[in-house]
């Protein structure tokens, strides 16, 4: 069984590496020690939870980047069990993944459910996606699913900064995730659904509800989204186009890398209406 690099190891952040939110909800050492007790039943549960919505938003995601037969160097951040990597395959069948996550016990799962399906055309690194060593300009397209909710604005933020970094000009990126839609009784059968029907069933089937009666704070806090849309708007190297799914029970942010020109085009345009 290949291992993960030992190099990324040391890339993990050290706790003083990432500043401390007020929150520890977002406090990544959490984050990660959630994700590590969930991996085990992570890609079932997540499946008949979302009464299979996770997989078919898995597909809208990829059709949001540009389909082609030529080789791609693909980053998949948040890569959990290697969920998405079929996908990507069948979108970008010369795909070349690199599949980023921090938690040990989903690339522990991983590498023992899915990397030989994929073996040499998927790469593991144990990192953290705010501290990567990915080289600058090295991604053609980056992907995520349902990796954006543990994060606060600060850290979304910084994410955003590291996709307009990592992706080379004209590259592509989608990211989705669920939200809580804006319709009111909907959105109260969804808490609902969330905070009692979702922990019940890990009760029943793992006979521990702790981890899965967090998803219903995660996506409290997150709520339809906006602070992650707000992020990734506010980053300049990057054009963002936002689509909802089912009335707003999931969402996607995508969109290209901008190059030099169009970014330094762009900001004299902004300079230009301050001064206005
Ligand atoms: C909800 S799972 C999503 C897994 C997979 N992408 C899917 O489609 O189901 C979120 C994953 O993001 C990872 N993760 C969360 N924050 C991270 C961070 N800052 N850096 C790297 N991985 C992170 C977790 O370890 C977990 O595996």
């Known amino acids: 069984m290949p291992?993960?690099?030992a190099a990324s190891a040391v890339?993990?952040?050290?706790?003083?590496?990432?500043?401390?939110?007020?929150?520890?909800?977002?406090?990544?050492?959490?984050?990660?020690?959630?994700?590590?007790?969930?991996?085990?039943?992570?890609?079932?549960?997540?499946?008949?939870?979302?009464?299979g919505f996770s997989v078919l938003w898995?597909?809208?995601?990829?059709?949001?980047?540009?389909?082609?037969?030529?080789?791609?160097?693909?980053?998949?951040?948040?890569s959990g069990r290697g969920e998405t990597w079929a996908t990507i395959e069948r979108?970008?069948?010369?795909?070349?993944?690199?599949?980023?996550?921090?938690?040990?016990?989903?690339?522990?799962?991983?590498?023992?459910?899915?990397?030989?399906?994929?073996?040499?055309?998927?790469?593991?690194?144990?990192?953290d996606a705010l501290e990567q060593t990915t080289p600058s300009g090295s991604v053609d397209i980056v992907v995520s699913a349902y990796g954006l909710?543990?994060?606060?604005?600060?850290?979304?933020?910084?994410?955003?900064?590291?996709?307009a970094r990592t992706l080379r000009p004209g590259g592509s990126f989608a990211f989705v995730d669920?939200?809580?839609?804006?319709?009111?009784?909907?959105?109260?059968?969804?808490?609902?659904?969330?905070?009692?029907i979702v922990p019940l069933a890990g009760l029943l089937l793992l006979s521990d509800p702790t981890e899965y009666r967090m998803l219903h704070r995660y996506l409290a806090g997150f709520g339809d989204g906006s602070r992650a849309v707000a992020a990734f708007r506010a980053e300049p190297g990057l054009e963002v186009e936002v689509?909802?799914?089912f009335f707003g029970c999931a969402m996607s942010i995508s969109g290209r890398r901008l190059g030099t020109d169009e970014e330094e085009a762009r900001s004299s345009a902004a300079v230009r209406i301050l001064e206005g």
Not at 66 to 72: H, K, L
Not at 181 to 193: D, E, F, K, T, W
């Open 3 to 5: 291992t993960i690099p």
């Open 91 to 127: 979108r970008l069948p010369q795909a070349r993944i690199t599949a980023l996550d921090f938690s040990d016990e989903m690339l522990a799962q991983a590498q023992r459910r899915n990397l030989g399906r994929f073996a040499g055309r998927v790469r593991l690194r144990r990192e």
């Open 178 to 196: 669920v939200t809580e839609p804006a319709c009111g009784p909907l959105r109260v059968a969804y808490r609902s659904y969330l905070r009692w």
């Open 149 to 163: 909710k543990t994060f606060d604005a600060r850290q979304l933020e910084r994410l955003a900064a590291e996709v």
């Open 243 to 245: 689509r909802r799914y």
């Open 58 to 78: 898995r597909h809208r995601l990829l059709r949001l980047v540009p389909a082609t037969g030529s080789p791609r160097r693909v980053l998949d951040l948040m």
């Open 11 to 51: 890339a993990l952040p050290a706790s003083d590496a990432v500043p401390c939110t007020p929150d520890p909800l977002y406090d990544p050492a959490g984050v990660r020690h959630l994700f590590d007790r969930m991996a085990r039943s992570y890609d079932r549960m997540n499946v008949m939870l979302s009464l």
